[in-house]
């Protein structure tokens, strides 16, 4: 339990799934080798039973797909101000991305 919460708060999460990729290098297998093959093939090397087919794998065998944050911040009227602080920075982020996407 917190006793205490600070006047700004950060809270990060980060999504991964298996690659393909880096199952084709760890177990040597050929580049033409199905993406479902050697997802397969990690998890049985993973650890794979009856009752969890697909079970937590290392890091190391799968790639990033999302990342996210949140900040909790508290203004000097002591109100937290996540809704308005979350649309600033989603409104720079989407801005960031419109700017990126005109020099493909």
């Known amino acids: 339990m917190f006793k205490t919460v600070k006047n700004r708060v950060w809270a990060f999460d980060a999504e991964w799934?298996?690659?393909?990729?880096?199952?084709?290098?760890?177990?040597?297998?050929?580049?033409?080798?199905?993406?479902?093959?050697v997802l397969k093939l990690t998890w049985r090397?993973?650890?794979?039973?009856?009752?969890?087919?697909?079970p937590y794998?290392?890091?190391?065998?799968?790639?990033?797909?999302?990342?996210?944050?949140?900040?909790r911040l508290v203004s000097g009227g002591n109100t937290p101000s996540e809704i308005e602080n979350g649309k600033m920075h989603l409104q720079k982020y989407l801005e960031e991305w419109d700017r990126l996407k005109a020099k493909i």
């Open 17 to 37: 799934i298996p690659d393909p990729v880096a199952g084709r290098l760890l177990y040597d297998l050929p580049d033409e080798a199905p993406d479902l093959d």
């Open 57 to 71: 794998l290392k890091t190391v065998v799968c790639r990033i797909v999302s990342v996210a944050a949140v900040e």
């Open 45 to 54: 090397e993973g650890g794979a039973t009856d009752e969890d087919p697909t």
